[in-house]
């Protein structure tokens, strides 16, 4: 597979800047581990603050030109972009599998979802309007202009190398917005793969910039420039709310998309087979390594029985393997730490009173493979269900109202995704009006998509990612007020 993506000229391991590949200034590299096998793929460049001010600087004068060029002619660009992102779906969805490890017909849905966005910000960019306000003065006149807010710093996590990065480009470019990207070190293959597309598509040099290496220093380079104005991230909340906090010394607008908690809510008058086959898809996607994966799986009694005994069988039928195998439905955990945590939350589970119905320890195929997992009896305020497994873990509650389902659900400082079944149509709506989170799924594992806001509430996040409300985030609004007419 490596030798194929070589010779495709989509395999870069060198950094991005000024449209040009750039190894670290002191010669440091990296080595990027296919999860799977733990084989190393590649080396890479491993930078640091000064090649991220060099990445800013590019990004700060290629600001002047790119902002200035008609939407239309950004938008002709980023078609060209998504164009060649699906025309090369097939390799960018392979260096996923290597890189990260989901299967590959998910990479490769990754690889259209994710170039949706590049689709979808093509188009908004030929839509953002500004306003003319009904002045409260005879004399005077009240414009509103929407301007692009200038440099982008974007942090990236591993567990969608490319969907992340397209989703915070593609409307960052569409407003005349420049961007510096950090990829994730364990990921970093798929990101220079894509800035590579977007320089054979026209991006002009400058305007996107791949630096990556030693997270903490890129993270202050970004943080501590008065030239980046928008910080963006996607991960875990702790890094998120340390990089909220460094961007107050400079004053920088930001998005968080961070972790999740997310409760699955299944009531005794649901569809049964609606909700085994959604609730199973909410948690499985990438072997449960999502921010809106199912983590606590609340069932209400009246179905208890039946509905656990469908779901622990289609578990149990679930092909564990390396992505690249032919059928496999769950690939591995990111490393060892990940399947550390997991093995961990799963043993302090069963030592306060949790029981196994399936799984419950590492897959024999050893590495970083895990078993997919249900455990029952679980009580909210288990760690399991407090942290965010991140794994093939189905956490199960059992509970007996309305009321009682919708407080275990809020009792969590996350708010990102939430998953109900029901056929009753008040409740539907009761559930999902109580429900404290950003996103909500109903009969429904979500089909979250370039067209919707994705975005947490509480420590989840700050701002919208995607649809229309997705453009805001790298826009500033300015208010000219003429006066004397
Ligand atoms: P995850 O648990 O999903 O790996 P992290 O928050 O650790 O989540 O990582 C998400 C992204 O944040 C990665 O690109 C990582 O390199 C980056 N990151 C981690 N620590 C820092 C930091 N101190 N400053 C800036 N970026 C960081």
């Given at each position: 597979?490596?030798?194929?993506?070589?010779?495709?000229?989509?395999?870069?391991?060198k950094?991005?800047?000024g449209?040009?590949?750039i190894?670290?200034?002191?010669?440091?590299?990296?080595?990027?581990?296919?999860?799977a096998?733990?084989?190393?793929?590649?080396?890479?460049?491993?930078?640091?603050?000064?090649?991220?001010?060099?990445?800013?600087?590019?990004?700060?004068?290629?600001?002047?030109?790119?902002?200035?060029?008609?939407?239309?002619?950004?938008?002709?660009?980023l078609?060209?972009?998504?164009?060649l992102?699906?025309?090369?779906?097939?390799?960018?969805?392979?260096?996923?599998?290597?890189?990260q490890?989901k299967?590959?017909?998910?990479?490769?849905?990754?690889?259209?979802y994710?170039?949706?966005y590049?689709e979808?910000?093509?188009?908004e960019?030929?839509?953002?309007?500004?306003?003319?306000l009904?002045?409260?003065?005879?004399?005077?006149?009240?414009?509103?202009?929407?301007?692009?807010?200038?440099?982008v710093?974007?942090?990236?996590?591993?567990?969608f190398p490319?969907?992340?990065?397209?989703?915070?480009?593609?409307?960052?470019?569409?407003?005349?917005?420049t961007?510096?990207?950090?990829?994730?070190?364990?990921?970093?293959?798929?990101?220079?793969?894509?800035?590579?597309?977007?320089?054979?598509?026209?991006i002009?040099?400058?305007?996107l910039?791949?630096?990556?290496?030693?997270?903490?220093?890129?993270?202050?380079?970004?943080?501590?420039?008065?030239?980046?104005?928008?910080?963006?991230?996607?991960?875990?909340?702790?890094v998120?709310?340390?990089?909220?906090?460094?961007?107050?010394?400079?004053?920088?607008?930001?998005?968080l998309e961070?972790?999740?908690?997310?409760p699955?809510?299944?009531?005794?008058?649901?569809d049964?087979?609606?909700?085994?086959?959604?609730?199973?898809a909410?948690?499985?996607?990438?072997?449960?390594?999502?921010?809106?994966?199912?983590?606590?799986?609340l069932?209400?009694?009246?179905?208890?029985?039946?509905?656990?005994?469908?779901?622990?069988n289609?578990?149990?039928?679930?092909?564990?393997?390396?992505?690249?195998?032919?059928g496999?439905?769950?690939?591995?955990?990111?490393?060892?730490?990940a399947?550390?945590?997991?093995?961990?939350?799963?043993?302090?589970?069963?030592?306060?009173?949790?029981?196994?119905?399936?799984?419950?320890?590492?897959?024999?195929?050893?590495?970083?493979?895990?078993?997919?997992?249900?455990?029952?009896?679980?009580?909210?305020?288990?760690?399991?269900?407090r942290?965010?497994?991140?794994?093939?873990?189905?956490?199960?509650?059992?509970?007996?109202?309305?009321?009682?389902?919708?407080?275990?659900?809020?009792?969590?400082?996350?708010?990102?995704?939430?998953?109900?079944f029901?056929n009753?149509?008040?409740?539907?709506?009761?559930?999902?009006?109580?429900?404290?989170?950003?996103l909500?799924?109903?009969?429904?594992?979500?089909s979250?998509?370039?067209?919707?806001?994705?975005?947490g509430?509480?420590?989840?996040?700050?701002?919208?990612?995607?649809?229309?409300?997705?453009?805001?985030?790298?826009?500033?609004i300015?208010?000219?007020?003429m006066?004397?007419?």
């Amino acid at each position: 597979v490596v030798a194929r993506l070589k010779s495709s000229g989509l395999f870069q391991t060198k950094g991005l800047i000024g449209g040009k590949w750039i190894d670290a200034y002191d010669g440091k590299t990296v080595e990027v581990y296919n999860p799977a096998n733990g084989e190393v793929i590649a080396s890479v460049a491993c930078m640091g603050d000064r090649e991220t001010k060099d990445a800013i600087s590019s990004a700060y004068d290629a600001f002047s030109h790119w902002s200035k060029l008609t939407a239309a002619d950004r938008s002709s660009r980023l078609y060209k972009w998504y164009n060649l992102l699906i025309e090369h779906e097939e390799e960018l969805g392979q260096l996923i599998t290597l890189e990260q490890g989901k299967p590959l017909k998910e990479a490769i849905g990754e690889v259209v979802y994710g170039a949706s966005y590049i689709e979808y910000f093509a188009e908004e960019a030929k839509r953002v309007y500004g306003d003319i306000l009904p002045s409260p003065m005879p004399d005077r006149r009240l414009f509103v202009l929407k301007q692009p807010v200038g440099v982008v710093g974007a942090i990236t996590p591993w567990n969608f190398p490319l969907a992340m990065i397209t989703r915070k480009a593609g409307p960052a470019l569409a407003c005349g917005c420049t961007i510096v990207i950090k990829p994730s070190e364990l990921t970093p293959l798929t990101a220079l793969a894509v800035a590579e597309l977007a320089l054979q598509a026209g991006i002009p040099p400058g305007v996107l910039n791949v630096v990556m290496g030693d997270a903490p220093k890129i993270g202050k380079a970004l943080l501590e420039s008065p030239q980046v104005r928008k910080l963006t991230f996607t991960g875990s909340t702790a890094v998120g709310k340390k990089l909220m906090a460094g961007a107050a010394e400079t004053v920088k607008k930001v998005s968080l998309e961070l972790g999740g908690n997310a409760p699955c809510i299944v009531f005794d008058d649901a569809d049964l087979e609606v909700a085994l086959e959604g609730s199973l898809a909410a948690k499985l996607r990438n072997s449960g390594q999502t921010c809106i994966c199912t983590n606590r799986l609340l069932v209400q009694e009246g179905i208890y029985d039946r509905f656990i005994n469908a779901y622990s069988n289609a578990v149990q039928s679930l092909k564990v393997g390396n992505g690249f195998s032919e059928g496999v439905d769950q690939g591995p955990l990111i490393n060892e730490a990940a399947v550390e945590k997991v093995e961990s939350l799963v043993h302090d589970a069963i030592s306060q009173g949790a029981k196994v119905v399936v799984g419950g320890k590492r897959h024999n195929l050893g590495l970083t493979f895990y078993e997919p997992t249900i455990i029952s009896d679980v009580k909210n305020e288990m760690l399991i269900a407090r942290r965010e497994i991140f794994g093939p873990v189905t956490p199960v509650i059992r509970f007996k109202t309305e009321e009682e389902a919708i407080q275990i659900a809020n009792d969590t400082d996350s708010g990102l995704a939430a998953y109900l079944f029901t056929n009753n149509i008040q409740r539907l709506w009761r559930v999902s009006e109580a429900l404290e989170y950003g996103l909500v799924g109903v009969n429904n594992h979500v089909s979250f998509s370039q067209v919707a806001p994705f975005g947490g509430v509480k420590q989840s996040g700050l701002g919208r990612e995607g649809s229309k409300y997705g453009l805001d985030e790298y826009l500033e609004i300015k208010c000219i007020c003429m006066g004397n007419m």
